[in-house]
């Protein structure tokens, strides 16, 4: 797959020179101010870590005020002139601009700045393009690459304005080359959807196996960095990569858990959501988005430590919306308010306050992923919201019953197994309850316990 900044990053023995880069901040300010969430500081932090996120050499950020939007280089004459002589003074090669570019825009403040421009969409996509290792994810990367660079075919290179004539199976009489591109990049597009098709097909198929199976899923899901995957190794016990970085994990991974009275169940730890995520990447990422729609459980992972965490909240909230998930009203979803031991004395004890003024149903967990602090705790609450959706009853079988027994491994989360003075088998089972029916069709002894 091709990359905005992909000539910038090559180098001898397979490592790659760090790439000189400056990030840029716009903000606007007057009365067409929009309202954000966020302050402009810490947007500036969040755009260096995503330059950062893919090794590039921040030597300069500054914070770029404008009063209105230009629309041949997004900035005002007089910011272009003081971020060349910038450029020029830091020896930089890229310029990170933490907006959205048009093609035009693009173009002209490469002119102007003497260096490589790649905005926010760019940058998210070329950090997902590095992160991602399964064939899903790489092949929905490469489709949200394609769907925004296909957007951008305009005439930036004098290659472009060339026609050519030839015959038909080489572009038509007179296509031009942009003409061309644009065809083959469609082309490629549909194929890719189609192998897309496929995965989820398959991926469906996972999903009705684990159905049969059948452990409930929990969902991690939060801001990218709010440590969800540190949490994840946490609870599981395994080791995906936990960095503190933007982006540090990006195909989704299952493992079992064991909850506090011995049922089991399936964490899934996905993607983490950032604002203004690319709408190319909010599609191409739906299937495996799934995993978080047809969960039994989502936990809401917050970095409760960052300044932005009530903002960083929102962006999520607004992502799980446009997956038909409504954090204020869905029983499934509980905050995880993460990172508590980075919080002294007297900012823990506020947190416990306000925790403590909540609904006893919608109160979130505090945790330390790091220390493990509160995950007992987590546990728990993730069985009592699972108990509330299913049915713990008593089977009794016969000694010899090895198929019956085998039957509530499959369909049921098997709690206890005791063995009567009678020498009947009495198992403590929780089923969903709408296997409930079928339990009782099965075996002629169920009791409530």
């Given at each position: 797959m091709s990359s905005d900044i992909s000539g910038l990053n090559g180098g001898p023995n397979g490592k790659a020179p760090a790439t000189r880069a400056l990030v840029i901040t716009p903000v606007l300010t007057g009365r067409r101010a929009p309202e954000l969430a966020r302050s402009p500081a810490a947007r500036l932090d969040e755009a260096v870590g995503l330059a950062l996120a893919i090794d590039l050499e921040v030597v300069a950020s500054k914070l770029v005020t404008l009063s209105e939007i230009r629309p041949a280089t997004f900035l005002g004459k007089g910011k272009v002139e003081e971020l060349a002589e910038l450029a020029k003074a830091e020896h930089v090669e890229l310029v990170v601009v933490d907006t959205a570019l048009t093609p035009v825009?693009?173009?002209?403040?490469?002119?102007?700045?003497?260096?490589?421009?790649?905005?926010?969409?760019?940058?998210?996509?070329?950090?997902?393009?590095?992160?991602?290792?399964?064939?899903?994810?790489?092949?929905?990367?490469?489709h949200a690459h394609l769907t925004w660079q296909k957007s951008r075919l305009v005439r930036s290179w004098t290659h472009l304005e060339r026609q050519r004539g030839g015959f038909g199976f080489l572009g038509g009489p007179g296509e031009t080359q942009i003409e061309a591109d644009r065809r083959m990049i469609t082309d490629r597009i549909l194929k890719i959807e189609r192998e897309l098709e496929q995965v989820k097909r398959t991926r469906g198929l996972h999903r009705a196996g684990r159905k049969r199976v059948p452990y409930p899923i929990v969902a991690l899901v939060g801001y990218t960095n709010a440590g969800k995957s540190t949490l994840f190794n946490r609870l599981t016990k395994a080791e995906v990569t936990a960095a503190d970085m933007l982006f540090a994990t990006l195909d989704p991974t299952l493992r079992q858990i064991r909850l506090p009275h011995g049922a089991h169940a399936i964490l899934s730890d996905t993607v983490g959501f950032i604002s203004e995520l690319p709408t190319q990447l909010v599609a191409a990422f739906r299937a495996t988005l799934e995993e978080v729609i047809e969960a039994d459980i989502i936990l809401h992972v917050r970095d409760i430590a960052h300044e932005d965490s009530d903002a960083q909240g929102q962006d999520v909230a607004s992502v799980l919306r446009d997956l038909g998930i409504d954090p204020e009203t869905d029983d499934r979803v509980i905050e995880v308010w993460n990172k508590v031991d980075r919080l002294d004395e007297d900012a823990r004890a506020t947190l416990a306050a306000t925790v403590a003024r909540r609904d006893a149903d919608g109160r979130p967990a505090l945790v330390s992923a790091l220390t493990g602090e509160g995950t007992d705790a987590l546990l728990g609450s993730v069985e009592d919201r699972l108990s509330a959706r299913r049915e713990t009853l008593v089977v009794t079988i016969e000694p010899d019953d090895g198929a019956g027994e085998n039957w509530l491994h499959r369909h049921g989360d098997v709690m206890r197994r005791e063995i009567a003075d009678d020498g009947a088998v009495r198992v403590v089972v929780r089923v969903e309850s709408e296997r409930v029916d079928g339990l009782r069709r099965r075996f002629p002894s169920v009791s409530a316990v």
């Open positions: 825009q693009q173009r002209n403040l490469e002119k102007a700045l003497g260096a490589k421009i790649i905005d926010r969409t760019g940058l998210i996509l070329e950090i997902f393009g590095q992160r991602a290792r399964t064939k899903e994810g790489v092949l929905q990367v490469e």
